[in-house]
């Protein structure tokens, strides 16, 4: 019975974790797991002019002009940051939409204090980092 109580204890300790830590918190954490198993560097690690592989949830998907052209913009986040993916001369991507599981490689730049990466090479990944 003394053997079972650490069990007992770890498990009282992450059903408190779970009630008292938010939900975008979980979120970011699962994130965070996924970024080994894909082998992916944090958004936050990403510097410029460097090519780096990141994996999130896409959180926005926006059309935007650039130069007059159609650009397909998402908000990719991992639970460290967030980069803007931006594919020029799109208007739509099948299943880029908000909420989907994303791998991308690509060039990061920052403009105006925004990590971004242009028309980058993606996988979609299914829920739950699989």
């Not at 003394?2 to 300790?13: A, D, I, L, T, V």
């Amino acid at each position: 019975m003394g053997s079972q109580e650490p069990h007992k204890q770890g498990g009282f300790r992450s059903f408190f974790r779970r009630l008292t830590t938010s939900q975008e918190e979980l979120e970011a954490d699962e994130l965070q797991q996924d970024l080994d198993r894909h082998g992916a560097t944090p958004i936050v690690s990403c510097a410029g002019r460097r090519r780096f592989c990141v994996t999130g949830t896409l959180r926005t998907v926006t059309l935007r002009p650039r130069g007059g052209a159609p650009a397909l913009e998402a908000e990719l986040y991992d639970g460290s940051d967030v980069i803007e993916l931006i594919w020029l001369g799109r208007r739509k991507i099948a299943g880029i939409e908000p909420g989907r599981m994303v791998l991308a490689e690509g060039l990061v730049s920052v403009q105006d204090g925004r990590k971004v990466m242009f028309n980058p090479r993606y996988e979609l990944r299914p829920a739950g980092g699989a």
